[in-house]
């Protein structure tokens, strides 16, 4: 069904690499942040969600922006330079443990969004303007493929990483309670159920739970962090001279 000679031009593995970027760095947030929020930190969902407009705000305008500075930046330099700013975000929210006053998330969340947002318009145009113009519908479906297949790879990596980053960090708080219980209590601080995590380790203090998860949350953000940074470098290396079709006004040539 997906025409794998098309891997052959460099731009084009450089294009799924993008793709597969935000999945790490942007969508997963979508869905722990949240969980961190309510679950372990005891916001109300509608607090929560406020919170959460600003990861997402920057998506209305950046993009557009971004559109624009393709007049004078290449779109795979935009791209990069996006990503690098996400990185920076993420290791920014990875200073913010559970606890400090909810204005301390939103600068970081605001940045990871400001990064995202770059390259999330011009990931599409990118997709056809890197192969042949007859074989853009196929680039396109294989975009499409890498994209959604690489967030679902992402969310259940990182949710077992952060369960098991847990775990590790549990034992190494010494939390009280029976060790057959530790995992499935760090199974349970991951998906954010407190409640039921103290029910596994009774004689476990809240402070101690909720400070393992933190260091665990902390560890968590650096991986992606690092994912995002080799995403930007490698797509400098691929895409740095890739304009959109409108602004090279020709069509592909095989590299």
Do not use: K, N
């Not at 396109?140 to 775990?167: C, D, K």
């Not at 995403?231 to 691929?238: C, E, I, P």
Request: aromatic share 6%; hydrophobic share 55%; proline share 7%.
């Amino acid at each position: 069904m997906l025409d794998l000679s098309l891997f052959r031009y460099p731009r084009f593995v450089g294009v799924q690499l993008l793709a597969a970027a935000p999945a790490y760095s942007y969508v997963v947030l979508q869905v722990l942040l949240p969980i961190r929020l309510i679950g372990i930190e005891g916001y109300s969902a509608m607090e929560a969600g406020r919170m959460m407009i600003a990861l997402s705000v920057p998506m209305l305008v950046v993009p557009l922006l971004a559109g624009q500075l393709t007049r004078w930046l290449t779109a795979g330099f935009i791209s990069g330079l996006g990503l690098l700013v996400c990185a920076g975000g993420l290791l920014w929210l990875a200073q913010c443990a559970p606890g400090q006053p909810g204005a301390a998330l939103v600068l970081p969340m605001l940045t990871i969004g400001l990064g995202i947002s770059l390259p999330w318009g011009l990931m599409d145009g990118l997709a056809v303007s890197v192969v042949p113009r007859e074989r853009a519908g196929m680039a396109t479906g294989i975009f499409s493929t890498t994209r959604v297949a690489g967030e679902g790879i992402a969310l259940a990596i990182v949710g077992a990483m952060l369960a098991g980053l847990a775990e590790s960090r549990l034992h190494g708080l010494h939390v009280a309670g029976p060790a057959a219980a530790l995992p499935e209590a760090a199974h349970r601080l991951a998906m954010g159920d407190l409640p039921r995590a103290m029910s596994l380790l009774p004689q476990a203090a809240q402070h101690a739970l909720v400070q393992g998860y933190g260091d665990a949350f902390h560890l968590l953000l650096y991986i992606p962090a690092a994912i995002t940074v080799v995403s930007a470098a490698l797509v400098f290396g691929f895409l740095s001279h890739s304009r959109l079709p409108h602004r090279s006004g020709s069509a592909p040539e095989p590299a």
